[in-house]
């Protein structure tokens, strides 16, 4: 019996051998390698921005956990290379919920040191509540309708999230639903590595508006005239939500006589946009 258990899996594996070098396969995986290090990138960019104010950056939460977000992006990775479909959602979990409260302790105390907001996070913050989702200031997205959407969104992939941290019934049926289709651990399919890829793609936006608003408006205004905007093969480029914090610098006198044009770049750069077509190749 066992012999006839190992030789019905080792059949698998070869034929799962078969799906990991397909065009469908290979091209989920790369779509999460492409958002994550553009994420990367763009945090990257904005922490070298921000070590010009080292004294505001080393006081503020979001900023001093950027090293730990790059952490948990590169582990994702790797878990999701090894199978590890839901141990990746339980830490996407981690940067959504960690990234918003960080943010919310910053702006309620601007000016204060890091020590203030650590008591402040420890005695005032209720962990286990996201409603201060609502209270961001988010003064770089100047669009009210587009604010509304950036916290349903947020709401709708926390909770999305949060089913793979506890016991839930859905993670139970999914799970189920799997091994009736003969998909057990290792054996992941294209399309659940998509899903992940575009999960990881909206968190990582979210991030990023995150530590974008925490930084500052004159950082952020550097940041992108100078760096992120040109890049056209940037895929955040192409989210709706950094593209307005983007147009939230048109008054600049850098885009006078380009606004046109510029508004176009980002019409065609609508996510999923041309940087993504790269997963295609």
């Known amino acids: 019996m066992l012999s006839k258990i190992q030789a019905e899996r080792e059949a698998k594996i070869t034929e799962h051998k078969k799906h990991l070098e397909s065009d469908e396969y290979q091209n989920s995986l790369k779509l999460i390698e492409v958002v994550t290090f553009d994420f990367i990138k763009g945090m990257k960019s904005c922490s070298f921005y921000c070590s010009h104010g080292a004294e505001f950056r080393d006081n503020s939460l979001s900023l001093s956990h950027i090293d730990d977000y790059f952490m948990s992006a590169i582990m994702i990775v790797a878990m999701l290379k090894e199978g590890g479909l839901n141990p990746a959602k339980r830490e996407i979990r981690y940067l959504i919920d960690s ?21 402040y996070f420890d005695k005032k913050i209720d962990k286990s509540n996201i409603k201060y989702i609502h209270d961001i200031d988010l003064h770089m997205i100047g669009n ?16 999305k999230a949060c089913e793979y941290v506890h016991a839930s019934t859905k993670q139970i049926e999914e799970r189920f639903s799997l091994y009736e289709q003969g998909i ?21 936006s979210t991030l990023l508006v995150f530590t974008f608003h925490a930084s500052g408006v004159s950082t952020i205004g550097d940041l992108m005239l100078d760096t992120l905007s040109p890049q056209d093969d940037w895929v955040y480029n192409g989210n709706k939500y950094i593209a307005e914090i983007d147009r939230h610098f048109d008054y600049k006198h850098e885009r006078k006589d380009v606004l046109q044009e510029l508004e176009a770049t980002r019409s065609a750069r609508a996510w999923p946009n041309k940087a993504l077509q790269r997963t295609s190749r």
């Open 99 to 119: 990234s918003m409260r960080y943010l919310y302790v910053d702006q309620k105390l601007w000016r204060g040191k890091l020590s203030e907001k650590l008591v």
């Open 144 to 159: 009210q309708d587009l604010k509304k959407s950036f916290c349903s969104e947020y709401t709708q992939n926390y909770y």
């Open 184 to 204: 057990t651990i290792g054996l992941e399919r294209a399309e659940q590595l998509q899903e992940v890829a575009e999960l990881l793609s909206e968190v990582y």
